[in-house]
């Protein structure tokens, strides 16, 4: 296994010393001016651009301020070496350049796994940099790609099938609600590695190495025939009858096989197929050959439901979902997380909202993680929730225990 | 050419925007600048000579956010200006003559600033 930089920990018995504040940029004005702001908070380390930056420090950096617009290699491009670091730092953007590309830049950093991301449009004073940089430094937005403070590694795929064949991957559990009536109405199944060495790792380390592979495809039915054995038992446990659903990466749906094997699982495991949710990204989407849309027409006509996954990554609009015989979109945590702050997240989530209500899809907001976003959707009409703040995924053991506490607390509401 | 002086440098700018009147700190900035800016333009004025309007354009950027900071802001709305116009390659070189020009006026102004600060620090110093 390739381990990739892993953030050097502060042991608890060492000297307390000052969160590490990391400044790219090309120009000394700001450098000074950031060093000024921050020094009394942070220790402060400062480079002229991507290049000069020293890896120890940036491994250690808490927060990076980074320009966008700079000579040797952009702002942009350093993203990429940043979001390779586990944990990784929070991530404040300064740069002159128009409000339109800053946001666009934030939503890089986004798709690359930051999800504590700020931005600041220059040039800034003190105060504009302080209540940036404080808010940023004490928000707990989730790091996805984070369980274990061991997961910055990327797996290979022959570690892979070892692990398939020991039996190392296992399914996390993360409930959805109605959001009008808080009942638990669903649950996605969720990819982990329980490596004997490393612990619980998140899908970052391996996802990627998996969807290139030929193991894919078994893969994929090594997660639902677990998922679906885990249904059984909680629903026999806790009375739990909403839906699961399993992430299938697009390749897999353009395998002839994959469609069959399915069915035979469900068989196997004498699973209500209309229970079954596949969910495919939006990205994935793209270009959907003959094969997949194929296999999608079957799993559809065996009563298996669809469901587009991060919905607003990709270019398909809701017209393309419609004739393609989705039941549900999961619109993207980008777009909600902001939803109490930002009016452009906020008209987004609406109309997409009227549109799939029009078209007779279901919407799932995704990535939830406060009581304002929650509230915000639940004005807006939006029926599904699925985020942090109503649970983390866990794995089956666990669930058990919150779907009956939920129960408990939510009865009757 | 006509510009405000308060324009060509605000003196009020840059303490504002740091929160401190402090004027070492000020006058640390200020040469900062002078000697940044300077070395920057040099370049965007080699980068125009060789017809690279790209590069003029992103070197112009640069200038642009920290000229407005430190309080010259007639040469960050040049710099905005050549910025935008240079962006997709084409030429802005009646623009970098009058660039220079004021980027000249703006450092006179800053030096003058720093003169003047040194001048009452050596006076208080004496004082006490």
Same mark, same amino acid.
């Given at each position: 296994?390739?381990?990739?930089?892993?953030?050097?920990?502060?042991?608890?018995?060492?000297?307390?010393?000052?969160?590490?504040?990391?400044?790219?940029?090309?120009?000394?004005? !700001?450098?000074?001016?950031?060093?000024?702001?921050?020094?009394?908070?942070?220790?402060?380390?400062?480079?002229?651009?991507?290049?000069?930056?020293?890896?120890?420090?940036?491994?250690?950096?808490?927060?990076?301020?980074?320009?966008?617009?700079?000579? $040797?290699?952009?702002?942009?491009?350093?993203?990429?070496?940043?979001?390779?670091?586990?944990?990784?730092?929070?991530?404040?953007?300064?740069?002159?350049?128009?409000?339109?590309?800053?946001?666009?830049?934030?939503?890089?950093?986004?798709?690359?796994?930051?999800?504590?991301?700020?931005?600041?449009?220059?040039?800034?004073?003190?105060?504009?940099?302080?209540?940036?940089?404080?808010?940023?430094?004490?928000?707990?937005?989730?790091? +996805?790609?984070?369980?274990?403070?061991?997961?910055?590694?990327?797996?290979?795929? $022959?570690?892979?099938?070892?692990?398939?064949?020991?039996?190392?991957?296992?399914?996390?559990?993360?409930?959805?609600?109605?959001?009008?009536?808080?009942?638990?109405?669903?649950?996605?199944?969720?990819?982990?590695?329980?490596?004997?060495?490393?612990?619980?790792?998140?899908?970052?380390?391996?996802?990627?190495?998996?969807?290139?592979?030929?193991?894919?495809?078994?893969?994929?039915?090594?997660?639902?025939?677990?998922?679906?054995?885990?249904?059984?038992?909680?629903?026999?446990?806790?009375?739990?009858?909403?839906?699961?659903?399993?992430?299938?990466?697009?390749?897999?749906?353009?395998?002839?096989? !994959?469609?069959?094997?399915?069915?035979?699982?469900?068989?196997?495991?004498?699973?209500?197929?209309?229970?079954?949710?596949?969910?495919?990204? +939006?990205?994935?989407?793209?270009?959907?050959?003959?094969?997949?849309?194929?296999?999608?027409?079957?799993?559809?006509?065996?009563?298996?439901?669809?469901?587009?996954?991060?919905?607003?990554?990709?270019?398909?609009?809701?017209?393309?979902?419609?004739?393609?015989?989705?039941?549900?979109?999961?619109?993207?945590?980008?777009?909600?997380?902001?939803?109490?702050?930002?009016?452009?997240?906020?008209?987004?989530?609406?109309?997409?909202?009227?549109?799939?209500?029009?078209?007779?899809?279901?919407?799932?907001? +995704?990535?939830?993680?406060?009581?304002?976003?929650?509230?915000?959707?639940?004005?807006?009409?939006?029926?599904?929730?699925?985020?942090?703040?109503?649970?983390?995924?866990?794995?089956?053991?666990?669930?058990?225990?919150?779907?009956?506490?939920?129960?408990?607390?939510?009865?009757?509401? | 050419?006509?510009?405000?002086?308060?324009?060509?440098?605000?003196?009020?700018?840059?303490?504002?925007?740091? @929160?401190?009147?402090?004027?070492?700190?000020?006058?640390?900035?200020?040469?900062?600048?002078?000697?940044?800016?300077?070395?920057?333009? /040099?370049?965007?004025?080699?980068?125009?000579?060789?017809?690279?309007?790209?590069?003029?354009?992103?070197?112009?950027?640069?200038?642009?956010?920290?000229?407005?900071?430190? @309080?010259?802001?007639?040469?960050?709305?040049?710099?905005?200006?050549?910025? /935008?116009?240079?962006?997709? @390659?084409?030429?802005?070189?009646?623009?970098?003559?009058?660039? @220079?020009?004021?980027?000249?006026?703006?450092?006179?102004?800053?030096?003058? /600033?720093?003169?003047?600060?040194?001048?009452?620090?050596?006076?208080?110093?004496?004082?006490?």
């Amino acid at each position: 296994m390739n381990q990739t930089m892993t953030r050097i920990k502060k042991s608890s018995n060492s000297a307390p010393t000052k969160p590490v504040l990391l400044v790219v940029d090309d120009d000394p004005v !700001f450098r000074a001016l950031i060093k000024t702001f921050a020094s009394g908070n942070f220790d402060v380390f400062e480079n002229s651009g991507p290049s000069t930056v020293d890896v120890t420090t940036l491994i250690a950096a808490d927060i990076v301020v980074l320009d966008l617009n700079m000579p $040797d290699k952009d702002g942009i491009e350093f993203l990429q070496t940043i979001a390779t670091l586990s944990p990784r730092p929070k991530l404040l953007i300064a740069s002159g350049y128009d409000p339109r590309i800053i946001e666009m830049a934030k939503r890089t950093a986004e798709l690359y796994g930051m999800t504590s991301t700020t931005s600041l449009k220059k040039p800034f004073d003190r105060n504009s940099f302080s209540v940036a940089v404080t808010d940023l430094f004490n928000s707990e937005k989730s790091d +996805e790609a984070v369980v274990s403070s061991q997961a910055g590694m990327k797996a290979s795929a $022959d570690d892979i099938t070892s692990g398939m064949l020991a039996g190392e991957f296992v399914a996390y559990y993360q409930p959805q609600i109605d959001i009008q009536t808080n009942k638990i109405i669903g649950i996605e199944a969720l990819a982990r590695w329980n490596h004997p060495q490393f612990g619980i790792l998140a899908p970052a380390t391996f996802i990627g190495t998996i969807e290139l592979s030929k193991s894919a495809s078994e893969f994929t039915i090594v997660m639902m025939q677990s998922a679906m054995k885990d249904y059984k038992k909680l629903a026999k446990n806790t009375k739990f009858d909403g839906t699961l659903s399993v992430n299938v990466p697009a390749d897999v749906f353009a395998e002839q096989d !994959f469609a069959n094997r399915l069915l035979e699982s469900i068989q196997l495991f004498d699973f209500p197929p209309n229970r079954l949710i596949c969910e495919i990204t +939006e990205r994935g989407m793209e270009n959907l050959g003959a094969e997949t849309i194929a296999t999608l027409t079957r799993l559809k006509m065996h009563g298996i439901q669809l469901s587009v996954d991060d919905f607003g990554t990709g270019q398909s609009g809701l017209s393309k979902i419609k004739t393609r015989i989705f039941d549900e979109i999961k619109i993207d945590r980008m777009f909600i997380k902001d939803i109490s702050t930002s009016a452009s997240s906020g008209l987004i989530v609406e109309s997409v909202l009227k549109l799939a209500v029009q078209t007779g899809l279901r919407v799932v907001a +995704e990535g939830i993680e406060d009581e304002e976003t929650l509230a915000a959707l639940r004005q807006l009409g939006c029926p599904v929730a699925q985020g942090y703040l109503i649970a983390r995924p866990m794995p089956v053991s666990s669930l058990n225990k919150w779907i009956n506490e939920w129960q408990l607390t939510n009865a009757g509401r | 050419m006509l510009t405000n002086p308060d324009d060509i440098f605000n003196k009020y700018a840059l303490p504002e925007t740091l @929160g401190e009147f402090d004027d070492d700190l000020l006058i640390s900035f200020y040469e900062i600048f002078i000697e940044h800016t300077s070395a920057s333009w /040099q370049k965007a004025e080699i980068a125009a000579a060789r017809a690279k309007w790209c590069d003029v354009s992103a070197l112009a950027h640069t200038i642009k956010s920290s000229a407005r900071s430190i @309080g010259a802001f007639a040469l960050s709305d040049i710099m905005s200006e050549i910025e /935008q116009i240079c962006e997709d @390659g084409t030429s802005a070189v009646d623009k970098i003559e009058l660039a @220079g020009e004021l980027l000249a006026r703006t450092n006179d102004a800053i030096r003058e /600033q720093m003169k003047l600060m040194k001048m009452l620090s050596s006076n208080e110093r004496s004082k006490e």
